[in-house]
């Protein structure tokens, strides 16, 4: 494997890596936002 | 004072009294025309005369808000006016101050919303109205929790604020004040101009007492600062209030609307709103680094692989020793290489291997003796990179050997420029020397360069060149001398071309004087290079061509064949073994007595080297030409 291989394709892992933790971080701050909209909601009635 | 069941201006029936206010007594009354309860109200004498003016009055009439009363009309008996407003049913907030009633933050925003929706809608009238007296008793709370703002009978346009108004102490904002002690001291309080803020700052007032159930005038110095009485409500909504409530006006909010924005961003302002938002934004920042990261890498890995790609067939090209057989095959790898999309930005950025590519194929049409085409590319190879001074003495070489000499001493002339060693120097001299026939200072310059040179391939090139010299002058025996001195010089890399060029004089000797006394020397000393070459992993068509040839020369058929009919089986698509296969069957026949010569083996050698003849370009082979007209002969003469 050259260093041209190791550096495309890390490029590629890090990139689709970044993209999982997006969807993943992205899922799970929705459902933290609807939790605490509720909760905001309750707090200042809007 | 009205009585009970009184009816004013044949359209109000007095129901009740239901409280005093500071301009007078206040009614509770019936429309007899809308079949609904009012409030009638008299309004403080000194706007009395104001009221009367029909612009104003319609004005009030004209406000429509949800959370502001219906002024329906204005009712002048004798020397009083009167107003006629919606009856709300409710208790005013000072109802439930008193009463010491803790409300929940999300109440008291709702209240502050719906304040600034009215008091927004007051400013924005034209003129603006300044309601000037907000205060806990001028905010009821409906029956559906609603707050609703009233007492205008001091609100009139902007024009009021240059007047001192009605106020309340306790929720008045500093200007309003001092206007007041002017007023009262007789300075100049008309000076002192009251505007919206002056509404923000009373509101802000309300809200603090609300939230503290303390008043402002209980700290007749400067009102104590929200976090400090420990209440329970979120910073945001102290932080609003605060703003609310500042001295300098400047200082306040400049609108409702400013207020209104700031409330409903208290939700945005929330700690844990902010921390989640952080947190996200933070994730995101984390990926979107590392994806731009990802990306470099990839963009970056993508171009290095093609260059990797790229120097590994530009090491396959370069690295490759012989090609003596087939130029061509060479041009081609450089030229499908150069030409190739793929590496278009590779090229641009490693010029000194594309000026590499253009100089072996330069290179090959030298050895071709195609010295147009070598010029050519010797210009492309310098005009990619000029640091090799090698380039130019070749560009120099090729340019005399085409016989533009003026062009090739220009071309030396800047390659001394770079710095060009002395060897090189002598080697262009010599061949420029050669060029013009000055064949004595040609051997003296070249003697000059292989006397000075350490570089092998330097050396090899001026001994073969010089060998030339002498073959041109006709002395094969000098050239032979020169290249087996040269076998003694050179170096195993550049043997090779040394042995060839040794084989290739001799046989050109031997071609030219077949019959010459020394002429089985150079045959046994051209089969003795050729050997060499074979067995030192030169094994190539042309070497095995030239050696057959050679022992056919010597009158060694046995062996001439049998080297033919191993290239037989080597190169068993080449027409030119057949070729010489035939050629040799028809010496060896010729040898024979005629009754025992059998021509049916060079027939059939002769067939296959016309199946696989296959003149290119309409060039044709003078030995296949050769060939035909002797089986031709043999046909006409009966032997076949």
Known sequence: ?46 | MFRRGEILNETYEVLDEIGQGGSGIIYLAFHLRLQKKVIIKKIKDNYVGRVNERREADILKSLHHMYLPQVYDFVQLGSQVYTVIDYIDGNDLSYYINKKVHFEERQIILWMRQLCEALEYLHSQSPPIIHSDIKPSNIMITSKGNACLIDFNISFGQESGKRISGYSQRYASPEQLYKSKLYFSGGNYLAVHVDVRSDIYSLGATVYHLLTGISVSSYPEEPLGLAELSTSYSPQLIHIIAKAMQDKREDRYQSAAEMLGDIFHMKTRDADYRKLKFSRNLIYGICTFLFVIGAACTVVGAGERTEEAFIEKYDAIIETKDYEDDYNVLIDKCIDLLNDKKYTAVLGKNLKEKADLLYLIANCYFEEEDYKNAVSFYEKTIASDQSNPEYFRDYAIACARRGDVDTAESILAQAIERNMGEDHIYLVQAEIAFARGNMEEAVQNFDQAISLSNDSYLISRAYILCARVYREQGNVEKAAEVLTEATNVVDDLRLPSILRELGLTCLKDIQGYPDADDTIDYIKKAIKCYKLLIEGDHATFSNYMNMAILYQYANDYETCKEILMQMEQLYPDDYRVYMRLALLEMVIQSTLLESNRDYQQTKSYYEQAVKRYNPTNGMSDESMQLLETKIQELYEKGWL
């Open chain 1, 1 to 46: 494997m050259t260093f041209g291989d190791i550096l495309f394709f890390s490029g590629i892992i890090l990139m689709v890596l970044s993209m999982v933790i997006v969807l993943v971080s992205m899922g799970i701050y929705n459902h933290r936002k609807k939790v605490l909209k509720q909760k905001l909601y309750e707090k200042y009635g809007f």
